[in-house]
């Protein structure tokens, strides 16, 4: 029984360039949130998403971050033309309706040279 | 803007000691959750209080809450090597779905 996997665990780019992280939610599970989080802080909150809904997307910044859960595949978050202070670890969490538990994925950590 | 501030940001304790981190939010909630974190990994739920409670247990967890001061307090009793940590609080708010995360104690237990 697999937990939340996340991939790549690690990830680098170059300035300019496109990130795209992926996220499988634990079986069953269809509710995906992501946050982000900087060295020696908590995490933010970004984006809430049912099965080809977006629900709440008040964390992500308006320009260069989209996410997306498709019917069929993991939870994709995209970040284009990324910059250094992009440079984060992502956390991808998911719940079967609410939020009264979720289970997080190991991150993946995103390195923007 | 963040709902939790933990006290204190960081703490060292002797291996068998009680630790003890604290939590204050500012708006009402639905319940708050107590994750836990180690180094490089993702997080990893522990206890959940609703609001209507005032304490609850786990193995060696304690958690309270007094919604009346907007705070929680986590108790960890008879401290091992493994629970060195971060440890982070989390809000539910009503009709907000989604938890928002305070910055984390880090605790570490010194063998």
């Known amino acids: 029984n697999a937990g939340v996997m996340q991939n790549p665990r690690h990830l680098v780019r170059r300035r300019g360039q496109e990130a795209r992280l992926r996220c499988s939610p634990m079986?069953?599970?269809?509710?995906v949130y992501w946050y982000r989080q900087l060295p020696e802080e908590g995490l933010k909150f970004m984006v809430y998403l049912q099965k080809e809904n977006i629900i709440d997307e008040s964390g992500m910044p308006k320009e260069r971050f989209s996410a997306e859960f498709p019917k069929e595949g993991p939870s994709i978050l995209r970040i284009q033309q990324v910059v250094r202070g992009d440079s984060a670890a992502y956390f991808c969490?998911?719940?079967?309706?609410?939020?009264?538990?979720?289970?997080f994925g190991s991150g993946t950590q995103l390195s923007v040279l | 803007s963040q709902q939790g501030e933990e006290d204190p940001q960081a703490l060292s304790i002797q291996e068998g000691e009680n630790a003890t981190m604290n939590c204050s939010y500012k708006t009402s909630i639905n319940n708050l959750q107590w994750y836990r974190q180690n180094s490089g990994r993702g997080l990893v739920h522990l206890i959940l209080i609703r609001s209507n409670e005032r304490e609850k247990h786990s193995g060696r967890l304690r958690v309270t809450l007094d919604t009346s001061k907007k705070s929680s307090s986590l108790l960890i009793t008879a401290s091992r090597a493994a629970d060195t940590a971060s440890y982070f609080c989390?809000?539910?708010?009503?009709?907000?779905?989604?938890?928002?995360f305070g910055t984390g104690t880090r605790l570490t237990i010194i063998p």
């Open positions: 989390a809000t539910a708010n009503f009709g907000n779905e989604k938890l928002t």
């Open positions: 079986k069953g599970h269809s509710h």
């Open positions: 969490a998911s719940s079967r309706g609410g939020t009264e538990k979720l289970f």
